[in-house]
């Protein structure tokens, strides 16, 4: 009888017992709801994965493709950063990396009237840049291209990348000006002198200035000589082929650099002083006509305090030589762009191209 009860006994402390080990086990198994379990890792994958982590990436730059070279001009792309200290995209001209550029530079003059030498496929991320730096006047339109593109690069100043040389403010007062010596009173230069893209307006308004002033025309200069030539001129005629808003070129500014007034024929003086000072320059719209013009530079050529005046903007600003050499013509416009594509990602359309230039 005793022995029963003492099986019973020893079976139920042994039943008890294996109850606890299995309860025990089980509690230390099951995570802690206020403290979630840290992964098994070893210390030297945590040190890194750490640094990875406090370390940020450098993003990667955009890609922008010239689909053309502007008129077959070719230049280093290195060029951006050695003249503009820009360097905020991959620039490319090889055409096999199309799908993968975030940005197509499209030379408007370059496109043929079949669309045939422009991309087919177009990848929904890509942006098109017009490049075109005509006026209005001469601007050939080519049909089918009004709604390609998502950004125009342009002399405009409302373009979404604008190309043009800029006065830069001086730092602290600057040396002072020295007038270069001067052995001609009136110069120009004509690139192009065909009366059908109404360059007939400047033909005309200079075949009538010369009959009342001596106008030299220095030709085709070597880009070397450029600066000092125009140094040697009290002024400079910086006749546009047409006239347009904003339509301002490199020939107001070469003269601004080499120390010589330019004497302008473009869109009216309140658009020329957005850019330059009002007392910089010389505007023929400023006189009744040409004879009137010829008759006011002689007197300033004869008044040296009069003609200084017109270099006291240089007490507080100066001019950039601009690029001179035929196969740097294209080279700011093409860096601008780069630079603009590297510092703005944002996704723009232009609906109406033709539109938007013409209008």
């Known amino acids: 009888m005793l022995s029963g009860w ?55 730059k955009p890609m ?12 280093d792309f290195s060029d951006c950063a050695t003249l503009f200290n820009i360097d905020g995209c991959h620039l490319t001209d090889d055409q096999s990396l199309y799908e993968e550029a975030d940005s197509v530079l499209i030379f408007h003059k370059s496109i043929k009237n079949d669309l045939t030498n422009l991309p087919s496929i177009r990848p929904p991320f890509q942006e098109w840049i017009w490049y075109h730096m005509e006026s209005p006047t001469n601007t050939v339109k080519i049909p089918g291209i009004e709604n390609l593109f998502n950004l125009t690069l342009s002399y405009r100043e409302d373009a979404d990348i604008p190309v043009r040389w800029r006065l830069t403010a001086r730092k602290g007062m600057g040396e002072d000006f020295v007038l270069p010596k001067k052995d001609k009173l009136v110069c120009w230069i004509v690139d192009d002198n065909n009366a059908e893209t109404e360059t007939g307006v400047r033909s005309k308004y200079y075949s009538e200035l010369v009959k009342y002033i001596k106008v030299e025309d220095l030709g085709n200069l070597r880009s070397e000589d450029y600066f000092s030539v125009l140094s040697s001129c009290k002024f400079f005629l910086s006749f546009e082929n047409s006239i347009h808003k904003d339509y301002i070129t490199e020939k107001l500014n070469g003269p601004l650099v080499a120390g010589t007034v330019p004497v302008v024929l473009g869109p009216p003086r309140q658009n020329y002083e957005v850019f330059v000072p009002g007392d910089s320059f010389i505007h023929v719209n400023d ?44 080279i700011q416009a093409i860096c601008y762009a780069c630079d603009h594509v590297g510092k703005h990602r944002d996704y723009r359309v232009v609906h109406d191209i033709y539109k938007w230039h013409f209008g």
């Not at 086990?25 to 709801?33: A, H, I, Q």
């Not at 040409?290 to 005046?309: H, T």
């Open 6 to 60: 003492l099986r019973v006994i020893l079976f139920s402390v042994v039943c008890l017992g294996g109850f606890l080990i299995l309860f025990l086990m089980y509690y230390k198994s099951v995570p802690s709801r206020l403290c979630p379990p840290h992964p098994a890792v070893s210390v030297s994958y945590s040190r890194k994965h750490e640094n990875s982590s406090l370390s940020k990436k450098q993003p990667e």
């Open 287 to 330: 006189f009744p006509n040409a004879k009137a013009v010829a008759e006011f530079l002689l007197k300033l050529d004869k008044d040296d305090s009069a003609y200084l005046r017109y270099f006291q903007w240089r007490k507080n600003f100066s001019a950039q030589r601009h690029l001179v050499q035929l196969n740097q013509e294209f």
């Open 64 to 75: 922008m493709l010239l689909w053309f070279w502007p008129e077959n001009r070719k230049f």
